[in-house]
């Protein structure tokens, strides 16, 4: 096998994976090299989304949101369905046989493009060398003109709750349960907490969210966040902030925890599983020799530009070790955006049209500056809302939680920003990432004709309503 490349991938994830093909289609000889083993030992492309992250993730959540409409409401519809049961490891099964599907077409993706798979770990050298270790313990040392760096994140662990067998996990044991833990208890209220604790709070389970920050998603427009709070405590997440946990317990098949309550409080409660989600750090470890000359940050980071260059000509970084969001399309993006580079072409990222979605029901999405950044910025603006709950095809579909949320300049219009929850958010989010890519204004989007009935229209009205023109809503005076 050769051992010289013009481009060597290091992660196999959605971003190395998607840098390599983009790579090998430019013409370029290109290798991957990916560590991951499944559980039963075998090598895996496709990294932590594929394999035990986004994927997996929403599998089990479209099954259990599946289960609890047919349980709570399909009646509405005048659809009776007697004694609706849910058979976990079936459940379970179905997302086990879909990350098999998706990791085995990156396989045969790699076939089709030409790319070379390396099962092991990479290793940056100096002078763009690369050592690879295979599973078996074989070192060999590749060469290459350029190297990608596209390592991605792991779980941060922290202290008073280590994971510990099957009571204590990460968010991929929490992918694993094979029942429905009856009382359910989840350290951090982002994005990871947040789905994991909806699809097993849909399954029965009696969860509560321990969160140490007294606001809830600060990340988020805070009209947003409010509106979510409110629904989730309806679908009975009991979310806490400004809980810090100080301890955990294991006593035989269940884990007590303390934490410290709001008013500094000592707390204890009791659950049969407990899921750490608190974050994610950069994994950076051991991937560069101490002659490399790749700079990283106190946290783990790499240093980067706005093109993903590191501070060795030739080695780019991208994904979960390079600053901005910890997002897979994030990732892919940049993957994209560096093979073009790199086989000669001219390519920039827009780092401020990525959306991000939190994938509960409803969903959460959004794109650009929320509200509160604009105010501490200084920037006037205006905005525009419309609920699902003036929406015909929302009414229909009986689900109307939630709005579409627009923020423009107020001087030029330009779209700055949107935000919405609601059933489609995911999908909706995506006609407000075009139109701001294009630089677009509210009145372009007030101007543009969408299909009736749909949820679509949603985002449509916030555009006439931002300057006091939706036609299905009482519009709100202006203040003088």
Same mark, same amino acid.
Request: hydrophobic share 40%; glycine share 10%.
């Given at each position: 096998m050769s051992t010289k490349f013009d481009v060597i991938v290091i992660g196999g994830g959605p971003g190395g994976y998607v840098a390599a093909i983009r790579a090998a289609q430019l013409g370029l000889k290109t290798a991957?090299?990916?560590?991951?083993?499944?559980?039963?030992?075998?090598?895996?492309?496709?990294?932590?989304?594929?394999?035990?992250?986004?994927?997996?993730?929403? %599998? $089990?959540?479209?099954?259990?949101?599946?289960?609890?409409?047919?349980?709570?409401?399909? *009646? @509405?519809? &005048?659809?009776?369905? !007697?004694?609706?049961?849910?058979?976990?490891?079936?459940?379970?099964?179905?997302?086990?046989?879909?990350?098999?599907?998706?990791?085995?077409?990156?396989?045969?993706?790699?076939?089709?493009?030409?790319?070379?798979?390396?099962?092991?770990?990479?290793?940056?050298?100096?002078?763009?060398?690369?050592?690879?270790?295979?599973?078996?313990?074989?070192?060999?040392?590749?060469?290459?003109?350029?190297?990608?760096?596209?390592?991605?994140?792991?779980?941060?662990?922290?202290?008073?709750?280590?994971?510990?067998?099957?009571?204590?996990?990460?968010?991929?044991? %929490? $992918?694993?349960?094979?029942?429905?833990?009856?009382?359910?208890?989840?350290?951090?209220? *982002? @994005?990871? &907490?947040?789905?994991? !604790?909806?699809?097993?709070?849909?399954?029965?389970?009696?969860?509560?969210?321990?969160?140490?920050?007294?606001?809830?998603?600060?990340?988020?427009?805070?009209?947003?966040?409010?509106?979510?709070?409110?629904?989730?405590?309806?679908?009975?997440?009991?979310i806490r902030l400004g809980a810090r946990v100080t301890g955990s317990q294991i006593n035989g098949e269940e884990v007590e925890v303390t934490y410290l309550d709001a008013k500094g409080e000592e707390q204890k409660q009791t659950f049969d599983k407990l899921i750490v989600a608190v974050g994610r750090k950069p994994f950076t470890q051991g991937c560069f020799s101490d002659d490399s000359g790749v700079k990283l940050d106190e946290r783990g980071f790499v240093f980067v530009d706005e093109q993903c260059r590191t501070s060795v000509p030739g080695v780019f970084a991208i994904g979960d070790i390079v600053r901005g969001p910890m997002l897979a399309h994030k990732a892919s993006e940049e993957g994209v955006m560096v093979a073009d580079i790199i086989a000669g072409h001219k390519a920039q990222m827009n780092y401020d049209c990525i959306p991000s979605v939190i994938y509960t029901h409803p969903e959460l999405a959004w794109v650009g500056k929320n509200e509160q950044e604009l105010k501490s910025e200084g920037v006037k603006y205006k905005v525009g809302k419309f609920p699902f709950a003036a929406s015909g095809r929302a009414m229909a579909a009986n689900d109307t939680d939630g709005f579409v949320k627009i923020i423009a300049d107020e001087e030029t219009d330009r779209i700055l920003g949107c935000h919405i929850i609601g059933g489609h958010a995911a999908d909706l989010i995506a006609q407000a990432v075009i139109a701001m890519e294009f630089g677009s204004t509210a009145e372009d989007i007030a101007l543009t004709v969408f299909a009736h009935p749909t949820v679509s229209e949603a985002v449509h009205e916030a555009a006439l309503a931002v300057d006091g023109h939706a036609i299905h809503i009482a519009n709100r005076k202006k203040r003088k």
């Open positions: 991957c090299i990916e560590k991951w083993l499944d559980k039963e030992e075998k090598p895996r492309l496709g990294g932590t989304c594929l394999n035990v992250g986004c994927i997996p993730s929403k %599998a $089990l959540l479209d099954s259990s949101h599946k289960y609890h409409d047919a349980k709570a409401s399909y *009646g @509405v519809h &005048g659809i009776s369905v !007697g004694d609706v049961a849910m058979d976990v490891n079936t459940m379970v099964d179905r997302k086990d046989k879909i990350v098999d599907q998706l990791t085995s077409g990156i396989t045969g993706l790699f076939k089709a493009n030409g790319v070379t798979s390396f099962e092991g770990f990479g290793k940056v050298l100096a002078n763009k060398k690369v050592e690879f270790t295979a599973h078996d313990g074989t070192v060999t040392v590749l060469e290459t003109d350029n190297v990608i760096l596209a390592t991605g994140s792991v779980p941060v662990n922290i202290p008073p709750a280590p994971q510990t067998g099957d009571i204590i996990v990460d968010n991929v044991g %929490a $992918l694993e349960f094979r029942e429905v833990p009856k009382r359910l208890g989840v350290i951090g209220a *982002g @994005v990871i &907490g947040l789905e994991l !604790g909806s699809v097993w709070a849909r399954l029965g389970s009696e969860v509560v969210v321990l969160e140490a920050q007294d606001s809830f998603l600060s990340v988020c427009d805070q009209d947003i966040a409010k509106e979510a709070a409110k629904i989730f405590k309806k679908q009975d997440l009991d």
